[in-house]
């Protein structure tokens, strides 16, 4: 009942503003007709990074977690002309469609896909000197979401935004013990989030086209 609510609810919104353009429709459509993970981020959620990105005046931004290009297009759509993003893909396949997408939407210039383990390549951004960014979203496999996270403090200055994405999962991280390890990656994420003295954050819940989640939100110190 409510589940069949927010998807409408959602849906008035998105008709409302009409948010997807031609280019992000294709990208969606790209992500099922190539038969990777329908697991991208809401058209209001794109919006509502967009929004973010914008706000936060970002120049730089950092992705981990590419999947087929949807929530990236949204956020590089908020850079200036001399603007970079960087996204992490593990999957030579997701990397492809993403690439593709980006083409298709005039943003390759701007996009940087760097392929291979998050864990390996968050250190070599470093080394390069790529940071400090000013927006990084993490969206990539669950149980190290902290570690990503503390690596995004090394690629971060005071005022960068981080947002991590899937930290409610339907409500299961309220089980005090979880076989499922990206429920459990994620409780130990938002815990270690609550502690970290470097930052200031809350989570807020996503309801809508997607299944009830959330998103953590913060901003360094
Ligand atoms: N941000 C995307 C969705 C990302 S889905 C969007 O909203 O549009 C998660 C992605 O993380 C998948 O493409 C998956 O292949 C990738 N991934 C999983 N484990 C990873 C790892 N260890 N390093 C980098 N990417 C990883
Ligand atoms: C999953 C991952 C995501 O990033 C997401 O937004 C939804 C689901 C998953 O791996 O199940
Ligand atoms: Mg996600």
């Excluded at 294709?26 to 058209?43: K, R, V």
């Excluded at 593990?90 to 383990?117: P, Y």
């Excluded at 503390?150 to 200055?157: D, Y």
């Amino acid at each position: 009942m409510n589940e069949q609510l927010f998807e409408a609810v959602d849906q008035y919104i998105g008709n409302l503003f009409r948010d997807e353009d031609d280019c992000l429709k294709a990208t969606a459509q790209s992500i099922i007709d190539s038969g990777i993970p329908q697991i991208s981020i809401s058209p209001n959620q794109g919006k509502f990074l967009h929004i973010l990105a914008r706000l936060a005046n970002a120049k730089k931004i950092l992705e981990v977690g590419t999947l087929g290009g949807y929530s990236t297009i949204w956020m590089a759509r908020a850079l200036p002309k001399d603007g970079k993003l960087i996204t992490i893909e593990i999957d030579k396949k997701h990397a492809e469609v993403a690439k593709e997408n980006f083409n298709r939407c005039g943003l390759s210039a701007k996009i940087d896909v760097r392929l291979g383990k998050a864990i390996d390549v968050l250190p070599i951004l470093e080394q390069e000197g790529a940071g400090p960014f000013d927006m990084i979203f993490i969206d990539a496999d669950k149980p190290p979401y902290t570690e990503y996270f503390q690596w995004a403090l090394k690629l971060s200055r005071p005022g960068t935004l981080i947002i991590a994405d899937n930290v409610v999962r339907e409500g299961k991280i309220l089980l005090e013990e979880s076989p499922d390890e990206m429920v459990a990656g994620v409780k130990r994420f938002n815990k270690y989030l609550s502690e970290c003295k470097d930052i200031t954050a809350t989570i807020f819940q996503t309801v809508g086209a997607k299944e009830h989640d959330g998103m953590a939100i913060c901003i360094v110190n």
